[in-house]
């Protein structure tokens, strides 16, 4: 592969590492004792065990053998106008992202590569979720190395860009958070506590102990998402851009343009607020649903001080976080009859239009706290719907439709006239000038994703 360079040794192994743990996980607890137990009903002696050995080494360089070629024809080059990945024996795959189209460089350290010092580096492309290359594995250091290289191709070719700045970088936005917080975090998050309250159910009641598995399965991956994805995060801000690095399995760092959020969530879950920490949550064009784990977090902040959050919402933009909490100004909240369908929250939930900010927030919550806010011109759709329950009440709701992410934006249990003023008012709003497409490109991938895909607690 003339012009390509090769990806480490070890890289065809490390890519299946789980599934080779898992089947070697699986031959060692339900064979083992009955092959052990054959072995002496049978008399079999040590040269037939032997022979058995020799022929499990014979397959093991037959499998290194064929992992040879797979990382033989693997590698990248990094051209002029694009980055170019190549793997497959029997299937060749050749993925190619021109300059122009990249957003955001990433190099990851998932936990088995780790061991042996190798990164990934996840290239970020315009277009939907699936338009990512990755470069898997290298050594760290030239992990570091090649993700240098390809900004500095981005800056050539966008001297403008997002993803370098000339700016001198500034202080940690947010310094690496303590590992208690993080754990504390976790087991204060509705899903934890409702996961550990259901495991004394069996001991409360006739249930056995199997009707625990359902939700532990359920849940056990958003617990995880919460420790893993705050554990020693840090933030900093250089130019425009967010870099974040964080990670318990899987250390990553993460860059973030400015210019691809779209909408941003401020929130404190119900338990957190004896400690006074917050969240912070954007959505980012391109990125998708954090179901994706490929995609990164999408957390600036994943628990913090109500300071810290501050920090960077103000880095945000365009609003601080005194203004995005403000309810006194709002330009539309729930009218007392709302409390019919909404009890608890109808006294928080507002809308506030902000044309010369050019953005639309909205609070809602008493119990947990939610605090959203969105650029008008990235709302691609706008839905006034009115439920059984609103409609004898003259209530409605308008969704914000936006990018897929972690999260949904929507205005409740408004008046209905006010609701249909409030659509009346986006709908005249100014959309950003239309891309330039590639005419030889796959519509498929410049497609967002449908929307309202939602990551919540």
């Given at each position: ?15 299946v ?12 607890f ?20 032997g022979?058995?050995?020799?022929g ?7 499998l ?8 033989r024809?693997s ?5 002029e106008?694009e980055?170019?990945?190549r793997?497959g ?16 460089v990433?190099?990851?350290?998932p ?13 970020e492309?315009?277009?939907?979720t699936?338009?990512s ?49 993080s ?6 998050q509705?899903?934890?506590?409702f ?26 991956p ?6 893993d ?9 250089d130019?425009?851009v ?5 990670g ?12 691809r959020?779209?909408a ?15 969240t912070?949550s954007?959505?980012?064009a ?10 990164g977090?999408?957390k600036?902040l ?17 609003l ?6 403000d ?17 608890i ?13 050019g953005?639309?927030?909205s ?33 409605a709701t308008?969704?914000l439709d936006?990018?897929?992410?972690a999260?949904?934006v929507?205005?409740?249990?408004l ?17 950003p ?25």
């Amino acid at each position: 592969m003339e012009g390509y360079r090769q990806v480490h040794r070890l890289s065809p192994v490390l890519r299946v590492w789980a599934f080779l743990l898992a089947l070697a996980t699986l031959a060692v607890f339900n064979f083992t004792m009955p092959i052990y137990h054959w072995l002496q009903r049978e008399g079999v002696g040590v040269v037939q065990v032997g022979w058995a050995v020799a022929g499990f080494a014979a397959a093991l360089l037959v499998l290194f053998a064929l992992s040879r070629m797979w990382w033989r024809s693997s590698g990248f080059r990094i051209g002029e106008e694009e980055i170019e990945t190549r793997r497959g024996v029997l299937t060749k795959q050749v993925r190619s992202a021109r300059y122009d189209r990249i957003q955001a460089v990433d190099v990851i350290e998932p936990f088995a590569p780790r061991l042996f010092g190798l990164a990934a580096v996840r290239i970020e492309v315009a277009g939907n979720t699936n338009a990512s290359l990755e470069i898997t594995y290298l050594p760290r250091a030239e992990a570091d190395e090649v993700r240098e290289e390809i900004l500095r191709k981005i800056a050539e070719e966008r001297p403008q860009g997002p993803l370098l700045d000339d700016a001198p970088p500034a202080g940690p936005l947010v310094p690496p958070i303590p590992i208690n917080r993080s754990l504390a975090a976790t087991t204060f998050q509705m899903s934890t506590v409702f996961t550990l309250l259901w495991a004394f159910v069996p001991l409360w009641t006739d249930l056995s102990a199997a009707a625990i598995i359902p939700v532990v399965v359920g849940f056990f991956p958003r617990i995880w998402r919460t420790i893993d994805q705050s554990w020693r995060f840090s933030c900093t801000k250089d130019g425009d851009v967010f870099h974040l690095t964080y990670g318990l399995a899987n250390r990553r760092r993460q860059a973030v343009p400015r210019g691809r959020i779209h909408a941003l969530q401020v929130r404190q879950p119900m338990f957190w607020r004896m400690f006074g920490w917050w969240t912070v949550s954007v959505t980012v064009a391109g990125y998708g649903s954090e179901r994706n784990r490929a995609t990164g977090t999408s957390k600036l902040l994943p628990v913090g001080t109500w300071e810290q959050a501050q920090a960077v919402v103000r880095a945000v933009g365009p609003l601080s976080l005194e203004e995005l909490t403000d309810l006194e100004h709002a330009t539309y909240r729930s009218p007392r009859r709302a409390r019919w369908v909404s009890p608890i929250d109808w006294s928080r939930q507002t809308v506030t239009v902000r044309k010369d900010a050019g953005v639309v927030h909205s609070t809602v919550g008493r119990v947990g706290r939610w605090y959203q806010m969105v650029e008008i011109p990235h709302i691609q759709e706008l839905s006034y719907t009115t439920g059984p329950t609103q409609r004898p009440l003259d209530l409605a709701t308008v969704d914000l439709d936006i990018v897929p992410g972690a999260f949904k934006v929507s205005c409740r249990d408004l008046d209905a006239g006010q609701a249909r003023e409030l659509v009346d008012t986006l709908r005249a709003r100014e959309l950003p000038p239309l891309q330039p497409v590639d005419p030889l490109s796959d519509p498929a991938d410049e497609a967002e994703l449908a929307p309202r895909l939602v990551d919540g607690d």
